[in-house]
C-alpha cells in the first residue's frame, strides 16, 4: 500500500511559478513509477507528466511542455512538479499518481494505469 500527500498548491498571478510535491509513504517508493495529472472544474482529469522510477525518463502533455518539469528523490520519497510561466487555463486540481513500474525506465500516461493517487491539491492562476 502507498500514500501519496500532494501538497504546494496554491493562488499565483498568470506568468508565475508553484512547485507541488508529492509525499510517498512506502519502502518501494524507488521502484514506483510517479504521474501527476489535473482535473479543472466541469473537465475530466487530464495527464500532465509522468517519471520513470529511476527519474531518467519523463513525459509531458503538449499543453505544458517546457514549462513544467517533474522530478523526483527517491530518498525523501518526494516526486515534485515545478510549474514556471502559468497560465489561467493550469487552474485544476492536481493529483499525483503512483504504480508498480515494469522496469526501470517505464512511465505511464493514463490514469487507469495507476494503481495509488493522493488527495489533490488546488491551483489556481489568475489573470
Known amino acids: 500500500q502507498v500514500r501519496l500527500v500532494e501538497s504546494g498548491g496554491g493562488l499565483v498571478q498568470a506568468g508565475g511559478s508553484l512547485r507541488l510535491s508529492c509525499a510517498a509513504s512506502g519502502r518501494t517508493f524507488s521502484r514506483y513509477a510517479m504521474g501527476w495529472f489535473r482535473q479543472a472544474p466541469g473537465k475530466e482529469r487530464e495527464f500532465v507528466a509522468a517519471?520513470?522510477?529511476?527519474?531518467?525518463?519523463?513525459y509531458y502533455a503538449d499543453s505544458v511542455k517546457g514549462r513544467f518539469t517533474i522530478s523526483r528523490d527517491n530518498v525523501k520519497n518526494t516526486v515534485y512538479l515545478q510549474m514556471n510561466s502559468l497560465k489561467p487555463e493550469d487552474t485544476a486540481v492536481y493529483y499525483c499518481?503512483?504504480?508498480?513500474?515494469?522496469?526501470?525506465?517505464?512511465?505511464?500516461?493514463?490514469?487507469?494505469?495507476?494503481?495509488?493517487w493522493g488527495q489533490g491539491t488546488q491551483v489556481t492562476v489568475s489573470s
Open positions: 499518481a503512483a504504480r508498480t513500474a515494469t522496469s526501470f525506465g517505464s512511465y505511464y500516461l493514463k490514469g487507469y494505469e495507476y494503481d495509488y
Open positions: 517519471i520513470s522510477w529511476s527519474g531518467g525518463n519523463t
